[in-house]
């Protein structure tokens, strides 16, 4: 069992930059491939980026793509986003998920761990 808790969300205007948390407790992390997600309202929940297990790979969606960086340090037990220049259509809450395997994925279903999410608010 891998608990997951997201932080770092909030109010930020468009072009700023917000960092997101995400800690990570219950089995090793360093044996899990992470990603971030995320969610607006009616629509189906979003890739956003992903890591694998030692961080020397990543990937990232078309949309954030020089604009978002995913990292880790397992020795903290911790996943992050970095986000800048930031869009209102970043708006949407993110989530955190780790992975059963070491590899990254951009896929949804491949992730078995989730957190409860953190608000991302972008305003024009």
């Known amino acids: 069992q891998v608990q997951l808790v997201e932080s770092g969300g909030g109010l930020m205007q468009a072009g700023g930059s917000l960092r997101l948390s995400c800690a990570a407790s219950?089995?090793?992390?360093?044996?899990?491939?992470m990603g971030w997600f995320r969610q607006t309202p009616g629509k189906e929940r979003e890739f956003v980026a992903t890591?694998?297990?030692?961080?020397?790979?990543?990937g990232y969606a078309d949309s954030v793509k020089g604009r978002f960086t995913i990292s880790r340090d397992n020795a903290k037990n911790t996943l992050y986003l970095q986000m800048n220049t930031l869009k209102p259509e970043d708006t949407a809450v993110y989530y955190c998920?780790?992975?059963?395997?070491?590899?990254?994925?951009?896929?949804?279903?491949?992730?078995?761990?989730w957190g409860q999410g953190t608000q991302v608010t972008v305003s024009s």
């Open positions: 998920a780790a992975r059963r395997q070491f590899g990254m994925s951009t896929t949804e279903g491949e992730y078995y761990y």
């Open positions: 219950g089995r090793t992390f360093s044996n899990y491939a």
């Open positions: 890591i694998n297990w030692s961080g020397s790979s990543t």
